[in-house]
């Protein structure tokens, strides 16, 4: 476990970050979730629980898990998609890893575009606030992956992939939502808004083109 | 009736959850109305008078109504759609019952689908918020009814309706609104959030298509 | 003048009000105007200065005018369509009057229905919300007004035009925006909020049918 | 350099005005860039740094610069796009300079229209808000330029342009966003939320016929 004073700023600080994407919409109905490294080694996360209203999360919503995601301190059962987190976390090194159901996110996981495995951002501005992009002149690859109820079955499959595809910054998952992460919260929540953005730009502008 | 502190901290909750609707657009211009039981025998309801602006509602604005719609604490007429809130309560032994008036909502229920009698929202993860939900793997109904301005006559046969489909979720009003419920405020406020995201998402990806 | 108390709880309500209009994106850039009635007779108005930020409005950018629009009480230039708010009070009897700039109620007062002279609104619960509407069964005639830099000449115009049709609720100007008034502030709010939430509902149901 | 207490005074406004933008959604995952002039002779700017997260952004996240972009007061990396600022404050003598990554602006500035150089705007009553302009009668052109990442190469031509141009009150960045400007921080406020009012209604209106 890492030291108490840790977990508690961590808690406050996903407890924020939480509250702030229920405002935006992008975690409405106890939906969304979010984790950050508490300790490397012995790996430990701060991680939401479930069933928690996001506009009222606070600290005490939060646990903290170990790797094979027990909890190690709170109370509350971790987010069922718990091993998504941890497979994040070791792929990419990540210190903080944050989930949302956003309309824009649901909506183009499920677009034409992404039928062939994900879909493309290129060319905005924006791309440049991603970890390690230095131009617009870049092409985001987004993968979508295929929602299950079992992430303890899927997560390995996935933590391949992002070993497999170290360029990607997020991935969806279908009619499902966002993942991203980051260095550390700050650093995730850029990751995230910047996605969220260039979502809601794609879907605002592409429009309407892959209706049933 | 309920004991006073029961129905005053009922009241307190309902008016915040006023507010937040009125936040999000969902119920403005006076619009919308909120329930909560306060005793399930006899029966007696807290509920919001009507005419009130939703962004200034306050406890004071909640009144007590017996089975028969009768105010039995506070002051103020409960909403003209009094009958229906009780329909819903009896005969899904809910604990509070949440209406509102969203743009997408109205939009939705005005659909060429919903000329057939509801909507089916379909493989979403949001879904699983949905009480008794256990996999996005769901087909969703929600009936549309149409609207009327006599609640004491078409009640009864909305309460016949949620008998004979003890899965639904959530009713439309044609042209009019959501009504959703849950086994306490918590649970109605979850419901309600889910079921708009789920519009707006549909509403945003179909689009269009059935203009008049 | 009407007394210094009843100029200056008015002035604190518009204040309040243009706030909100803010805050929904319905008064950006120092638009939209406000006022309320402070005496019946003689008739003076309490109404917003032109060019305030109406995020920072406060009472104190509340002006006092007579009916020729002239400055009473307070200091700073009463709107440029202070002559559209005289009209309005007078033909209607009405407490207040509000005027936004939603982008909603711009492109629909530009839309090819609109060219027809208005737009009407037809079968929407909300529509009851609007003073005097009983049933859902109602069809409302939204007038589309042209634009012009001279109010004090079009001012008698609408006038006249109100006049003949007491049924109406609202109007817009083309390419500007939205008039709606009250017996009082909160009455006024309440038809605001009503029409701006039904122009955005036919907008995103009718889609862009009216390209040029 | 300018007084402290000039500096100190604007640097708390440009933090209020970063803060709003970020509100919007006009500012997230730490794009945008706010400046406002503290000294004309020697021109200096209080400039945002880096980096920064819009909704948490800070009078001590603000430094002052001299005409060449060096730091002359408070720490951190001024916005790589300094040398457009410091253009548009010498083409246009503008009191503050503001700089938005809005969804709408992002997607006009890529549009079929936006291709031949720049979009007019023509008809609404917003326009008048605009520096200068008296009538809704207007044709507004907002040009747009390529984006670029090298500012120091491409300021000097958009300075000439903007000499060349002095009825233009923004310019659209190619899939990257708005820039507008001033006399002071409020005037450039006010331009900002006119701009991107009417390229939401424009967006709105024209709807995805660009859709690649």
Same mark, same amino acid.
């Not at 890492?2 to 961590?10: D, I, M, R």
């Not at 159901?101 to 062939?116: F, G, K």
């Not at 499959?157 to 992002?162: A, G, N, P, S």
């Given at each position: 476990?890492?030291?108490?004073?840790?977990?508690?700023?961590?808690?406050?600080?996903?407890?924020? *970050?939480?509250?702030?994407?229920?405002?935006?919409?992008?975690?409405?109905?106890?939906?969304?979730?979010?984790?950050?490294?508490?300790?490397?080694?012995?790996?430990?996360?701060?991680?939401?629980?479930? &069933? #928690?209203?996001? %506009?009222?999360?606070?600290?005490?919503?939060?646990?903290? *898990?170990?790797?094979? &995601?027990?909890?190690?301190?709170?109370?509350?059962?971790?987010?069922?998609?718990?091993?998504?987190?941890?497979?994040?976390?070791?792929?990419?090194?990540?210190?903080? #890893?944050?989930?949302?159901?956003?309309?824009?996110?649901?909506?183009?996981?499920?677009?034409?575009?992404?039928?062939?495995?994900?879909?493309?951002?290129?060319?905005?501005?924006?791309?440049?606030?991603?970890?390690?992009?230095?131009?617009?002149?870049?092409?985001?690859?987004?993968?979508?992956?295929?929602?299950?109820?079992?992430?303890?079955?899927?997560?390995?499959?996935?933590?391949?992939?992002?070993?497999?595809?170290?360029?990607?910054?997020?991935?969806?998952?279908?009619?499902? %939502?966002?993942?991203?992460?980051?260095?550390?919260?700050? &650093?995730? /929540?850029?990751?995230?808004?910047?996605?969220?953005?260039?979502?809601?730009?794609?879907?605002? /502008?592409?429009?309407?083109?892959?209706?049933?």
């Amino acid at each position: 476990m890492s030291p108490a004073s840790t977990f508690e700023a961590l808690a406050g600080e996903l407890a924020e *970050i939480g509250r702030l994407c229920y405002a935006r919409g992008w975690a409405l109905g106890t939906s969304g979730n979010f984790s950050a490294v508490t300790s490397r080694d012995p790996l430990t996360l701060a991680i939401t629980t479930s &069933g #928690v209203d996001k %506009g009222l999360l606070e600290a005490a919503h939060i646990v903290e *898990i170990d790797e094979r &995601g027990r909890v190690r301190r709170g109370s509350g059962s971790p987010s069922a998609e718990t091993a998504l987190h941890l497979a994040i976390v070791r792929s990419r090194a990540a210190g903080a #890893v944050l989930h949302t159901h956003s309309v824009w996110s649901t909506i183009l996981s499920d677009s034409v575009e992404a039928a062939a495995g994900g879909l493309r951002i290129e060319g905005y501005e924006m791309l440049k606030g991603l970890n390690g992009i230095r131009t617009h002149e870049h092409g985001e690859w987004v993968p979508v992956v295929e929602n299950t109820q079992d992430w303890t079955a899927a997560a390995p499959h996935i933590e391949v992939q992002l070993r497999e595809q170290p360029e990607v910054h997020g991935i969806l998952i279908r009619r499902h %939502g966002l993942y991203t992460w980051g260095e550390d919260l700050a &650093g995730a /929540k850029r990751q995230l808004e910047i996605l969220e953005f260039l979502l809601e730009a794609m879907g605002r /502008k592409r429009g309407m083109t892959w209706q049933a």
